[in-house]
């Protein structure tokens, strides 16, 4: 073996322990509460049904059958079809996709303006801390969905700009969230050691105060995407969201109210969907909580 391999496959082994070690660690908060373990593996279900969509789904989701329209669930079509003949099955198989995608894309939104801000503010406090804090209070005056609904209105009605308003709905919570964590934290002896030693504002909130907010951060995260989907399915089923033919379990939802007391099965099952992927991540959201903010043995399971 030359050196330049072996070189390579002693760089590689780390790589693989650290990435085993982490998968490990995660397992083991997740496994830590029988609320984030049920929670997880509904989530692993929608994450595989979102990859796996075209695999799994019998028909195009879009693909219309017009002699065929509001038939009842069949062998053929399992949750049977719409009214204009398409598949109910594949329509919300193809649209966990979209639902779960613009769930994660709001988070993410929120997580990265959010966290920012409220570090930002919990850090340098006084004139800092008031002026986030009173910009932030601006956006929670108006309901949240209504907030959403004035922002999509304005900008256009399309799916970027309904995940952007989303995203700056949430964007006050997180931040307020982390900004009590880092208020706390900064008075901490190892923060006040390491200002004691010149390190920068930016060193001592990155290397020190963001780290230790991680548990809140993700039980809020975790939790606001259950949020997320209602919020999504709700602008969607008000024609704010996406837009057809894209399937959507809330615009599905929607184009099936005349006919409910008919044939109830193109709106029970759009709800249904709607239904279990929020119980899966809030029952991850609330197990994550227990584990991570109020746990006895918090420090045993994450080691």
Request: hydrophobic share 50%.
């Amino acid at each position: 073996m030359s050196q330049e391999s072996a070189d390579a496959t002693v760089t590689e082994r780390p790589r693989q322990s650290r990435a085993v070690a982490g998968a490990t660690r995660v397992w083991r908060i997740v496994s830590a509460n029988s609320l984030s373990l049920v929670g997880f593996c509904i989530v692993l279900s929608l994450v595989f049904v979102a990859v796996f969509a075209p695999v799994l789904a019998p028909y195009e989701p879009s693909a219309q059958q017009l002699d065929n329209t509001l038939a009842p669930p069949s062998a053929d079509h399992p949750f049977g079809t719409d009214n204009t003949g398409r598949d109910i099955l594949s329509r919300i198989i193809f649209g966990t996709r979209y639902a779960i995608a613009i769930a994660v894309v709001v988070v993410t939104l929120e997580t990265v303006v959010g966290v920012s801000l409220g570090l930002v503010a919990g850090y340098y406090r006084g004139k800092v801390d008031e002026t986030v804090m009173r910009g932030l209070d601006v956006l929670v005056s108006l309901p949240p969905l209504l907030l959403a609904m004035v922002i999509v209105t304005t900008f256009g009605i399309n799916i970027w700009n309904a995940m952007l308003a989303i995203g700056i709905v949430y964007i006050p919570m997180m931040s307020r969230t982390v900004r009590s964590s880092a208020l706390s934290i900064r008075e901490e002896t190892y923060v006040q050691a390491a200002e004691g030693l010149g390190y920068d504002s930016k060193r001592v909130m990155l290397k020190h105060i963001l780290p230790n907010s991680v548990p809140p951060i993700v039980v809020l995260g975790t939790t606001d995407v259950a949020y997320a989907l209602i919020d999504v399915a709700t602008l969607s089923f008000l024609g704010l969201g996406i837009q057809p033919p894209k399937p959507s379990w809330g615009a599905m939802a929607n184009a099936a109210r005349e006919y409910i007391l008919v044939t109830p099965w193109p709106i029970v099952f759009p709800t249904l969907a709607i239904a279990i992927a929020v119980l899966g991540f809030n029952l991850l959201g609330m197990g994550l909580r227990e584990t991570l903010l109020y746990g006895e043995d918090y420090d045993e399971v994450v080691e």
